[in-house]
């Protein structure tokens, strides 16, 4: 059971908007930055969006994310086939001084 | 520009200790801006953060793993090292390394390809 929760699953047709939520408590998401890492299936994770809605350089802008209170979203917009993968959100937690990930969600671009 | 690359046995023993290793390349591991972490993935399954360390010495861990585990620097080597003790099939998974902005946003922005460890007698 992940501290963080997100839907397992996630899917849309090409050119959609999706979002995936990733809940949390006080002492991580409500209190410190959410990261969002992108993963293919066999490579590394690589980080999508991160301090909640600032994206890496290269990412492109059809994904966003946002913050409110003790939950976060990843928005991915104009949906492409080259999506599809897994996304995991990620946040210190100050209770229990540790990096919490949430369990991952499979998008699937239909 | 910056890459990490894991290395270390891809077999382990129960009981026995794995051991892996990071090296930094195309960038300095004494950057005081930034920790390195070690992350591991079970096989089908999520991200577990294990640990990490800044150049001066400076670890954070883990709780539940902070027991079994030692994560060290070598900066003259930019290497960073993990050993796991007492391991058991609970622990074969994909390990990584990558830099990790602890006292940040938290991030963790570059990450080496990650190596698959597997704990069998």
């Known amino acids: 059971q992940s501290v963080l929760t997100q839907p397992p699953s996630a899917s849309g047709t090409p050119g959609q908007r999706v979002t995936i939520s990733c809940s949390g408590s006080?002492?991580?998401?409500?209190?410190?930055?959410v990261n969002w890492y992108q993963q293919f299936p066999g490579t590394a994770p690589k980080l999508l969006i991160y301090?909640?809605?600032q994206r890496p350089s290269g990412v492109p802008d059809r994904f966003s994310g946002s913050k409110s209170g003790t939950s976060a979203s990843l928005a991915i917009g104009g949906l492409q086939s080259e999506d599809e993968a897994d996304y995991y959100c990620?946040?210190?937690?100050?209770?229990?001084?540790?990096?919490?990930f949430g369990g991952g969600t499979k998008l699937t671009v239909l | 520009q910056l890459q990490l690359q894991e290395s270390g046995p891809g077999l382990a023993k129960p009981s026995e200790t794995l051991s892996l290793t990071c090296t930094v390349s195309?960038?300095?591991?004494?950057?005081?801006?930034?920790?390195w972490g070690w992350i591991r993935q079970p096989p089908r399954e999520g991200l577990e953060w294990i640990g990490s360390?800044?150049?001066?010495?400076?670890?954070y861990y883990k709780p539940s793993l902070k027991s079994r585990v030692t994560i060290s620097v070598d900066t003259s080597k930019y290497q960073l090292s993990l050993k796991l003790y007492s391991v058991t099939a609970a622990d074969t998974a994909v390990y990584y390394c990558?830099?990790?902005?602890?006292?940040?946003?938290?991030?963790?922005?570059?990450w080496g390809q990650g190596t698959l460890v597997t704990v069998s007698s």
């Open positions: 990558a830099r990790h902005l602890l006292s940040g946003n938290g991030a963790f922005d570059i």
């Open positions: 195309g960038g300095s591991i004494s950057s005081g801006s930034y920790y």
């Open positions: 360390i800044h150049y001066s010495g400076n670890t």
């Open positions: 006080s002492s991580n998401i409500g209190t410190n930055s």
């Open positions: 301090s909640n809605n």
């Open positions: 990620a946040a210190w937690d100050d209770t229990l001084s540790d990096v919490v």
